[in-house]
């Protein structure tokens, strides 16, 4: 079973700029996730799509982050313009919709790490 | 906002010791997870437990939950090198339990 795919890996940008990260679930995998993690810190959840509807978008900040799911398969996030702030590694992770243990795992990708100059 | 503490920050030992980590939260659960994050293989699930459970097993790892105070204990016992990585803990409240909160994390190093 193929894993999360994530595109770039890596990203370096100049404040102001505008970068925009894919992911590709699990295949059948209806919830996904996007997280932000600076460095020495835990993962911060983004924005959790079911399909392509939003669930959680509560920690997203809406004036520069942008998350769409048109197809309820893959993914894309933006931020425009980007801050210094933004400087962090930006996961996807996806979740079946199945009931229990597997529905309630997250499975993440490797991940892209950006940094804003 | 981070949920969970993991206790210690850092932890340092030799191949074969156990290592003992720690995560408190702060709110009601319907479940707490353990994941561990190295550079190679990114962030992976390690084992799960439900708030009505108080301890798991997976291979060398065990999980301890105590919900009167509100606190999880990760053992890994016979610790390898392969080891070597940040651990933490995420919290899956009431309501919407596929969202986690997550911890700062325990950045552990085996030596060997």
């Known amino acids: 079973e193929a894993g999360v795919a994530q595109s770039p890996r890596y990203k370096i940008i100049e404040k102001r700029q505008s970068v925009a990260f894919w992911c590709n679930p699990i295949s059948g995998h209806a919830t996904l996730y996007w997280y932000q993690q600076i460095l020495g810190q835990g993962p911060k959840l983004l924005i959790q799509?079911?399909?392509?509807?939003?669930?959680?978008d509560s920690q997203l900040p809406k004036d520069r982050f942008s998350a769409e799911r048109l197809k309820g398969v893959d993914s894309t996030l933006k931020i425009q313009p980007a801050k210094l702030e933004d400087s962090a590694v930006y996961l996807c992770?996806?979740?079946?919709?199945?009931?229990?243990?597997?529905?309630?795992?997250?499975?993440f990708g490797p991940g892209t790490r950006l940094l804003v100059l | 906002s981070q949920q969970g503490e993991e206790d210690p920050q850092a932890l340092s030992i030799q191949e074969g010791e156990n290592a003992t980590m720690n995560c408190s939260y702060k709110?009601?659960?319907?479940?707490l997870q353990w994941y561990r994050q190295n550079s190679g293989r990114g962030l992976v699930h390690l084992i799960l437990?439900?708030?009505n459970e108080r301890e798991k097993h997976s291979g060398r790892l065990r999980v301890t939950l105590d919900t009167s105070k509100k606190s999880s204990s990760l053992l890994i016992t016979a610790s390898r090198a392969a080891d070597t990585a940040s651990y933490f803990c995420?919290?899956?409240?009431?309501?919407?339990?596929?969202?986690?909160?997550w911890g700062l994390g325990t950045s552990l190093a085996v030596n060997p």
């Open positions: 437990i439900r708030s």
């Open positions: 799509f079911q399909n392509n509807g939003v669930v959680d």
């Open positions: 709110t009601s659960i319907n479940n």
């Open positions: 995420a919290t899956a409240n009431a309501g919407n339990n596929r969202k986690l909160i």
């Open positions: 992770a996806s979740s079946s919709s199945g009931q229990g243990l597997t529905r309630e795992t997250q499975y």
